[in-house]
């Protein structure tokens, strides 16, 4: 089934990438060239280049790569109604390579890694140990009280620039800009997949958060279903606008504006907070002013407004311990067919630090019975964040 695309949300000209097609310019603005091509074992592998980069990206990945086995399944939990995957294969996945055997960087002086050419921009490749793998979308079976399928999808790796020792928050706003359109380019193209029903964009920064490899880079999944988080939340905007004919996001958006006890940034086009309800130590939430269902549905005013206020916000983490934190960036998008009116793009951002040397585990509370404890209010996260950030709640 052809993805539904809002029309209503999408404004004209709004820098997306046209699909199918390899090496062209891409949006109204030329600022951004999409090659595609393949690794050794078969694996797409994209570059996004800053239009100034010239290069062809055609250099051919000459490792001698054995297929590898993805045998990633989904099962269901009857009791909690959602669906597990089991990927066994990651077992033998790369755990924390020296700097100089880093498979992300770009390929130089003889050693070949996951990006064949000698530098690059952003590139996007397929995960050699993804959680959900193409391969024919076969139907769910029973089991039991259960049910099964195939772990069918997609995982990308994002390298967020060349450089391994340069995290975003240091990336100037054009790059982070590239990135904010290859993020929008991936949900087009990995929403318009059969069987794809969410793509989440997200990012684990630090060894705390279980991270495998130190380079600049992030994930995409392409989910087969609509994820149990995004499903409880859109059943909670689906009773709002039942009472109130309102939209829940943008309703707590504009509460959270008008109370501003928790607001630790605002632009033009982005205010981030902290939530009445945070449960992590460190969590913020980073909306688009202007309701949007998806990454693709922004504007070249709000993708530039973006790539400015997401790595400040970042510096600012960096800043509440002195030190890189630790955190996960994960961008909540509007599932692909279903609840797009509801959805509103935004991102959250959270950190299980906890004190400069101390980490918040999840024990049996949080992930016992689901339920919350968090030793810190929301409102001196909140005071603690601008001060890191120079004071003030606004830049
Ligand atoms: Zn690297």
Redesign the pocket.
Known sequence: MPRRVDEADRPPGDGTAPQGCDADLVGTVPRMKRTSTSLADGREIIYYDLDSTHRDRQVKDRRDLGATTTASEVRYDALLDEWVAIASHRQDRTYLPP?DE?P??PSRGGRSTEVPDDDYDVVVFENRFPSFAAGDPAPVVPDGMSARGPGFGRCEVVCFTSD?EAPVATLPLEHVRLLVDAWADRTEVLGALPHVEQVFCFENRGEEIGVTLG?PHGQIYAYPFVTPISRRMLGSARRHRERTWRNLFADVLAAEVADGSRVVHQTEHWVAFVPAAARWPVEVHLYPRRRVPDLPALTDAERDDLAGAYPSLLRTLDGLYDAPMPYIAAWHQAPTRVDRDLAHLHLELFSVKRAAHKLKYLAGSESGMGVWINDVTPEHIADRLRAAAGGGGTA
């Open positions: 700097a880093c992300l960087c391994h380079h």
